[in-house]
């Protein structure tokens, strides 16, 4: 297409003659080498991310150590500085997030590219991303204020009733030993989570969909298959692979919410198996505690800090790899 | 997918009707799907806007930010409306010439290199960087030594809108049929004439259309100012040095506030912040729309 067409042209003029080049006023040099330094800045800021933050956080790294790190104190009146709770309630929420919230935004895509007529898709797509332009903090002050509240003596009380002492369930859902379910929780955290991220894994999902080629769905309706047998041995064989990358992106947008997560987590570090219990994650305690840090503490912070953002650059990676990769695989095929 | 009534006679498969019910279900379960999302959706806008008509005013707007202990009829958001205005206009113009050089960069002059679908590449990583480590960063390189500022604020926030604004013009320049470059390198026109005359204004609508999107986004973020503008309540009309305030961080301040007054200002800010939202949302469709519309 056209970048193919630009590539030759560019290559074509570099290969007829250096002396062009040389020839080059001054100005479209000036232009190309701020063009190219914007590129690199790029790069630039997600170098500097990484050295500036684990340079402030040095202290935290070098004092706790590997198994500090990783314990489960977290103690700041007595400089103790342990991260796995933080780790645990980030996993715990994201992954309630992306299994809450996969299923339904593949479907969404679904209905999208195989159901509903093209200028039906469109004010759906609209809809759908009203949830994006929602900011983060509005979704978070809703959770803390009428959400948990409401739904504590609705719902999370007689479930945990109702679950008690069954075996894998109620170790999931029924009431802690510490207490009560609480209205603001795991659960509560991954909900919202899963509202957040559901634009961009559908907006992704749908992209990977709508590249299975027309003439093997018409293939497959042909031979009689209905719309789901048609969906299951055409559309999903075909997208499967970039619906993980679109999950993977889901995982790592809901492990870096902050403000929401911040305000419906409960704010309480504790590892537990009850996820209608309150606890914390990475971002949330760094957006509560930031303001009152300093030290030990401030630098054990932009260290949460340091290890979110490569547990982020790799889901991210990994995400954006796989998309590649299918997109490009279909595209040959 | 009609059957032939002759076939039917000689009917050798399972009946139809298991197989194109469970059809129906899928389908059924898809609008489902649908419903589930947008009835939150609807419940968070119904209680914002319910919540936040009731307190919102042209006063409430421009009025400084009382006490938390103050009733709702008392003061407003002036402070944090002005601050948000600030602070994500002049993110807008840090981001913007830099997004837009990086897509012609990467369109124009990258080819195929490794080292331009390196940077794209990370270009996408980068749009999945948590906001709130934007803020840590701001505050590791400039707070610490030059201490909070709007600034400070609007550098976390370019910093979330440069990847953003690459990838979308990127697409916009793409879209760009060479034979418009060709023409005018034919009539002689250098490369860097050539993209700033003819590429970029044929670009232009789905650009700004992509940056509008990436301005409301930054606008309504939290995470990134709370480390680098140190919330405050007073108005501070100068961007490039003291606390500063945003009304996202004034919401995320007031969400866990025991009186009814701080909550009531609280949902007028999130009213105010959702409708600068989606006002950007808006005009960034009817730009698309419009640049879409007109003959290339």
Redesign the interface.
């Known amino acids: 297409m056209t970048s193919h067409s630009a590539r030759a042209d560019s290559a074509g003029i570099a290969g007829s003659a250096r002396a062009l080049a040389e020839r080059r006023p001054l100005g479209d040099r000036v232009f190309q080498a701020l063009a190219l330094v914007a590129g690199l800045l790029v790069l630039a800021i997600l170098v500097l991310i990484l050295v500036s933050t684990t340079q402030q956080s040095t202290t935290w790294f070098g004092k706790e150590g590997i198994t500090g790190i990783f314990s489960t104190t977290w103690d700041p009146a007595h400089n103790k500085f342990g991260a796995l709770t933080f780790i645990y309630g980030t996993a715990i929420t994201a992954v309630i997030a992306v299994i809450l919230a996969v299923p339904v935004s593949v479907a969404i895509a679904l209905l999208l590219t195989e159901v509903v007529p093209y200028r039906w898709a469109r004010p759906i797509v609209y809809v759908i991303d009203l949830l994006a332009v929602v900011p983060s903090v509005v979704w978070g002050l809703w959770g803390v204020q009428v959400f948990a509240p409401w739904v504590l003596p609705h719902v999370y009380a007689p479930v945990a009733r109702a679950l008690k002492g069954v075996p894998v369930l109620g170790n999931l859902f029924g009431p802690s030993t510490s207490g009560a379910p609480s209205g603001p929780a795991f659960f509560t955290a991954g909900l919202i989570l899963a509202f957040m991220i559901t634009p961009i894994v559908t907006s992704l999902s749908r992209e990977v969909i709508a590249t299975v080629p027309t003439i093997d769905k018409e293939g497959a309706y042909a031979l009689g298959a209905t719309r789901l047998e048609m969906i299951r041995g055409v559309v999903w064989p075909h997208s499967q692979g970039g619906i993980v990358g679109a999950v993977l992106l889901g995982l790592g947008r809901a492990m870096g919410e902050t403000i929401a997560a911040a305000l419906v987590i409960g704010s309480s570090t504790q590892i537990t198996s009850h996820l209608l219990s309150p606890g914390y994650s990475m971002p949330a305690v760094i957006a509560n505690q930031f303001g009152e840090a300093f030290g030990e503490f401030r630098s054990a912070l932009l260290g949460i800090g340091v290890l979110l953002f490569l547990l982020t650059i790799i889901v991210n990676v990994l995400a954006r790899a796989v998309v590649a990769r299918n997109v490009q695989r279909t595209r040959g095929a | 997918?009609a059957?032939a009534p002759e076939h039917r006679k000689v009917d050798l498969r399972e009946p139809p009707s298991w197989?194109?019910a469970?059809?129906r279900i899928?389908?059924v379960?898809?609008?489902?799907?649908?419903v589930?999302?947008?009835v939150?959706?609807g419940?968070?806008?119904y209680?914002?806007i319910s919540k936040g008509a009731s307190i919102i005013s042209g006063q409430f707007l421009t009025a400084p930010i009382p006490f938390n202990v103050a009733p709702a009829n008392v003061g407003g958001m002036g402070p944090a409306v002005l601050g948000t205005i600030l602070i994500t206009a002049l993110a807008t113009v840090l981001a913007v010439?830099?997004?837009i050089?990086?897509a012609?960069?990467?369109?124009?002059?990258?080819?195929?290199r490794l080292l331009?679908r390196?940077?794209r590449?990370?270009?996408?990583?980068?749009t999945?960087?948590?906001?709130?480590?934007?803020g840590?960063?701001i505050?590791?390189?400039w707070v610490?030594h030059f201490g909070y500022s709007g600034l400070a604020g609007a550098f976390a926030l370019g910093?979330l809108m440069?990847?953003l604004i690459?990838r979308s013009s990127e697409e916009m320049l793409?879209?760009?049929?060479?034979a418009l470059?060709?023409a005018s390198y034919a009539l002689g026109a250098?490369?860097?004439?050539v993209?700033?005359t003819v590429v970029l204004p044929a670009a232009l609508g789905g650009i700004v259309s992509g940056v509008l999107l990436a301005v409301?986004r930054a606008?309504?973020?939290?995470?990134p100012v709370?480390?680098t503008i140190f919330t405050v309540t007073a108005v501070n009309l100068n961007v490039f040095s003291g606390p500063n305030t945003t009304l996202?961080a004034q919401?995320?301040a007031n969400?866990?506030q025991p009186y009814v007054g701080a909550?009531a200002r609280?949902?007028g800010a999130?009213l105010t912040?959702?409708a600068i939202?989606?006002i950007l949302?808006i005009a960034a469709?009817l730009v698309t729309g419009r640049a879409t519309q007109s003959p290339r």
Not at chain 2, 104 to 112: A, F, K
Not at chain 2, 174 to 178: E, G, I, R, Y
Not at chain 2, 219 to 223: C, D, M, P, V, Y
Request: proline share 5%.
């Open positions: 997918m059957v197989r194109s469970k059809s899928a389908t379960l898809m609008v489902v799907a649908f589930l999302v947008i939150p959706l419940f968070v806008l209680t914002v010439p830099i997004g050089l990086a012609i960069y990467i369109n124009e002059y990258g080819g195929n331009t390196f940077i590449f990370m270009a996408d990583v980068m999945g960087v948590p906001s709130i480590i934007m840590l960063f505050f590791a390189i610490i910093c440069l990847p690459i793409k879209l760009v049929p060479d470059r060709e250098s490369k860097a004439r993209t700033l409301a606008a309504g973020e939290t995470a709370l480390f996202a919401i995320f969400a866990s909550q609280g949902w999130a912040l959702v939202a989606f949302m469709r």
